[in-house]
């Protein structure tokens, strides 16, 4: 029977954390690159189709398997095959019901947001590839259900590799929206055969109506709380696109994507991993209370300064990166200031909501969710009204920042400290804060931008070393433990 203790899951939970965090370390730095590399060669129109393209086939992913994938992760007992199989099944009868539609009105889409040839292809490759990357769904089930995160690692390596690759090498090459084209479905199809390389499964076509009523009774309710998400996030996206200019979506998702650099570089494997990882843990709520107050420390010991660094050094970095023409993005700072805020306060909420979904208690997120989807469909085109494009990030940062007040539901559940684990790295934010608003006025070239940022990450970890000194040496016996206890 497979052992799902507080010392198992801890270790699996861990390794898994920092297999995903460092053997991915390579591929966010090349997707770095590369948006850096487009950022130069893309003007900023082209950069909000693909935001644009991208957001309408986001959309439709969420409508894919109606949660039955989470349900197969929540669930206490193995999956059989029986449940995999009619997982399978309607998933893929819902993809192409999506699908096909999708492809036959794909010029009447392209055509009401005033795509041109480009765009319309581009929309009909990440159609395709949505199709190919829900064939690997069940095998990417399994490995994150018995939180085997480092066999998750190869598959993104070489999707990531080979997109941004092919990005970097035809926008160069001066093919423009159609360099997103290649590289989307040539990732997509690579991930597909590494991921059935390492997850085989027997695969099969199967509709079990008692299996499919079992699964959806927490599914449909978790697939709910997803499709507000997307109502809330996405679908504002594409609304955006008929409310502004593409060269002001633009500059929405430039500045998207530059506060999104600490979601993308950690949160993203925190939440892969902790959802899992709280369901493993929902009969033991003393290792719960553990597992949630150190993921607390680690987050806000990790975003917090991410996210202060952004905030301030953003505008010098457009306005000093030695890039002709780079200061085209400039108009972006202050989206990028209320995105970023938008991460620091989703990084300390979204682990909440990821331990009520762990523990069945999927309708608190649905309810919470239904209240932020209110929020944000009706503050932001009050504050694009009144303040252009920068109402989009305005507006995202309240709507965050309200999550907090799902804290008290959550206490219900389980006793646990919130304040205590984010007070001494949120502190120390605030003394990395102090200094990086000293040292701006000092920069007047990259090469002191770049001896800033440093510099300022130092004295961070020097004031971190000071106030948390016993915090970090009981994380790391913890770890320590937990990874090397039974050997």
Do not use: C
Request: proline letters at 3%; charged letters at 15%.
């Amino acid at each position: 029977m497979e052992d799902f203790s507080i010392e198992s899951v801890s270790k699996k939970s861990l390794t898994g954390f920092l297999a995903l965090s460092s053997r991915t370390f390579f591929v966010k730095i090349l997707g770095l690159i590369t948006s850096f590399v487009l950022t130069i060669f893309l003007d900023r129109s082209s950069y909000g189709v693909y935001f644009i393209a991208s957001s309408i086939v986001v959309f439709l992913v969420y409508f894919q398997d109606i949660g039955l994938a989470a349900s197969l992760i929540q669930k206490k007992e193995k999956p059989t095959l029986e449940e995999l199989r009619t997982t399978f099944t309607i998933q893929q009868i819902l993809v192409l019901l999506i699908i096909i539609p999708s492809l036959y009105f794909s010029k009447y889409i392209a055509n009401f947001y005033h795509l041109n040839t480009s765009g319309l292809y581009l929309l009909d490759a990440l159609l395709i590839s949505f199709f190919i990357s829900s064939l690997k769904t069940i095998p990417t089930v399994l490995l994150e259900r018995d939180l085997h995160f480092h066999k998750l690692v190869l598959p993104d390596i070489v999707e990531n590799v080979s997109y941004n690759l092919l990005l970097v090498i035809f926008a160069v090459m001066g093919f423009g929206i159609t360099s997103f084209t290649i590289a989307v479905v040539v990732r997509s199809i690579l991930g597909l055969f590494v991921i059935y390389y390492i997850q085989p499964w027997e695969i099969g076509i199967s509709l079990n109506f008692e299996v499919f009523k079992k699964l959806a009774s927490f599914g449909l309710p978790f697939q709910a709380n997803s499709l507000l998400a997307l109502l809330k996030d996405n679908l504002v996206s594409l609304f955006i696109g008929k409310l502004l200019p593409f060269d002001q979506v633009g500059l929405v998702g430039f500045a998207q994507k530059i506060s999104y650099l600490p979601s993308n570089l950690i949160m993203d494997n925190v939440i892969r991993v902790t959802f899992p990882s709280y369901s493993r843990l929902q009969h033991d709520k003393a290792g719960l209370k553990i597992v949630i107050e150190k993921s607390l420390f680690l987050i806000g010991l990790l975003i917090f300064p991410l996210v202060v660094l952004l905030i301030i050094f953003s505008g010098d970095f457009i306005k000093y990166v030695p890039i002709a023409h780079y200061q085209k993005w400039a108009p972006s700072v202050m989206s990028i200031t209320f995105f970023s805020l938008n991460i620091l306060f989703a990084s300390i909420t979204v682990p909440l909501t990821n331990f009520l979904n762990a523990i069945g208690k999927v309708k608190l997120t649905l309810y919470a969710m239904v209240l932020l989807t209110i929020f944000t469909w009706g503050l932001t085109p009050l504050f694009i009204f009144l303040y252009g494009f920068n109402g989009v990030a305005i507006a995202s940062f309240i709507v965050a920042a309200s999550l907090i007040l799902i804290l008290p539901f959550v206490k219900r559940q389980l006793e646990f400290s919130f304040v205590k684990p984010i007070i001494k790295p949120l502190v120390g934010a605030l003394g990395l804060l102090a200094l990086a608003l000293t040292t701006t006025i000092f920069i007047n070239s990259f090469m002191l931008l770049m001896f800033a940022v440093f510099f300022s990450g130092f004295v961070y970890l020097f004031i971190m070393y000071m106030l948390a000194k016993d915090d970090m040496k009981s994380i790391y016996s913890f770890s320590r433990n937990a990874i090397f206890k039974s050997k």
